[in-house]
């Protein structure tokens, strides 16, 4: 039985967003964390597990996120493997930030839904059974009024992880993210400092990076009002104080976390990616 879990009413100040092409990876780098993207195309919403078209397909799916008309509504269908569930913390800012990046005047709440079978801490995900599992946990079947994203929380580890790299989560087709729960886990804990406040807004902010992805962001869907899509490094921000910059420069991924949290800011969407956004979402 669906569970909702953290909701947030729209804020009268917006900010940003828009729809993604394809499996959006984010990979965490020993020395820096790396966000990784690769696109594959996408058309807008993908069909539920009987073959039929989901709703509301007559309006693009990156409008519906961006828009009050016609889905006031915005509900995150979160799967997810027991024991991998993101912190409290980073579902609250997740859905904080979405209400204001949104025009969702009825709401963002995130819901949880199928609890997944856990398939090991050592099993590798490929991109072709993370789209079957999609494919077969994704129900897509809110009331009229009210667009799904699908999130999937997940145990084991990606298939393209090497000893330089480890994906932390990628997103495709406008719909779906995947998170590696394990992953993410293991390259924030044992900190000196603040161990769980990076653990916390490590889970955030990879989340909210593949959200940009699977709205649209950077030129991935979701048109540019000017340039600014990093012409070496796909469908990234060349801004590094942007969230959807292609790394976070300095020392390590997690002591960028640590040095920003204990200087009072946090990466975010910059005025470009807000730009974007607003010229769909406002019109």
Not at 38 to 50: L, Q
Not at 96 to 114: N, Y
Not at 205 to 232: C, F, K, Q, Y
Request: net charge negative.
């Amino acid at each position: 039985m669906r569970r909702r879990i953290v909701e947030h009413p729209a804020s009268i100040d917006k900010s940003i967003g828009m729809t993604l092409a394809g499996p959006m990876r984010i990979a965490f780098w020993l020395a820096i964390a790396w966000l990784a993207c690769g696109c594959d195309g996408g058309d807008g919403g993908s069909p539920r597990p009987d073959g039929s078209a989901p709703p509301a397909m007559a309006t693009p799916r990156i409008e519906r996120y961006l828009r009050a008309d016609p889905d006031p509504r915005l509900v995150i269908e979160l799967d997810y493997v027991e024991g991998t569930l993101p912190r409290e913390a980073a579902q609250s800012d997740l859905v904080a930030r979405l209400s204001t990046l949104l025009d969702k005047p009825e709401g963002v709440e995130i819901v949880l839904d199928d609890v997944i079978p856990s398939r090991g801490a050592d099993y590798a995900w490929t991109f072709e059974a993370l789209q079957a599992l999609a494919t077969e946990t994704f129900d897509d079947d809110q009331p009229a009024g009210t667009v799904s994203m699908h999130v999937m929380w997940l145990d084991g580890h990606d298939d393209d992880d090497s000893a330089d790299g480890a994906v932390l989560g990628l997103a495709w087709a406008n719909t779906h993210v995947a998170m590696y729960h394990s992953t993410i886990e293991s390259s924030c804990r044992g900190g000196p400092v603040l161990g769980a406040e990076v653990c916390a807004q490590a889970q955030y902010l990879v989340w909210l990076h593949e959200v940009g992805h699977t709205i649209g962001l950077v030129d991935n869907g979701l048109p540019m009002a000017s340039d600014h899509r990093d012409p070496d490094m796909g469908r990234h921000d060349v801004s590094e104080e942007c969230i959807m910059y292609w790394a976070f420069e300095g020392r390590a991924g997690v002591d960028l976390i640590r040095d920003r949290i204990l200087g009072g800011s946090l990466p975010d969407f910059d005025d470009e990616c807000l730009a974007d956004v607003a010229a769909v979402r406002d019109r």
